[in-house]
């Protein structure tokens, strides 16, 4: 059974940073993708960001509205996905999801299968 978790949401304020954690256990997490989805009350989930570990450098995908703001990464000695999230933004505010075991050419959260309960990111102005 795969479990996925994330961690690190909270409250900021405008400006701020925060960086959200991801560890996926149950099956083979080497060859796969990653992707951080969210969710804001009232509006379809999207995809943030999602990082390609089939490719040998890693290719990664970031929505117009966090590129240059957000950065995937993932650390193979921990096991573990990051999204660092700086100049973070009132419009940011919203329930960010990981997931995993999806196509690693795909930022669609219809693509991916195993995903983690949520942490909440709030951003005031």
């Known amino acids: 059974q795969v479990q996925v978790v994330e961690s690190g949401g909270g409250s900021v304020q405008s400006g701020g940073s925060l960086r959200l954690s991801c560890t996926a256990s149950g099956f083979n997490v080497e060859y796969n993708a990653y992707g951080w989805f969210r969710q804001a009350p009232g509006k379809e989930r999207e995809g943030v960001a999602c990082?390609?570990?089939?490719?040998?450098?890693?290719?990664?995908y970031y929505k117009d509205s966090v590129k240059g703001r957000f950065t995937v990464s993932k650390d193979n000695a921990k096991n573990t996905v990051y999204l660092q999230m700086n100049s973070l933004k009132p419009e940011d505010t919203a329930l960010y999801y990981c997931?995993?075991?999806?196509?690693?050419?795909?930022?669609?959260?219809?693509?991916?299968?195993?995903w983690g309960q949520g942490t909440q990111v709030t951003v005031s102005s």
């Open positions: 997931a995993t075991g999806g196509n690693p050419f795909s930022c669609q959260p219809t693509e991916y299968d195993y």
């Open positions: 990082i390609n570990i089939i490719s040998n450098d890693g290719s990664t």
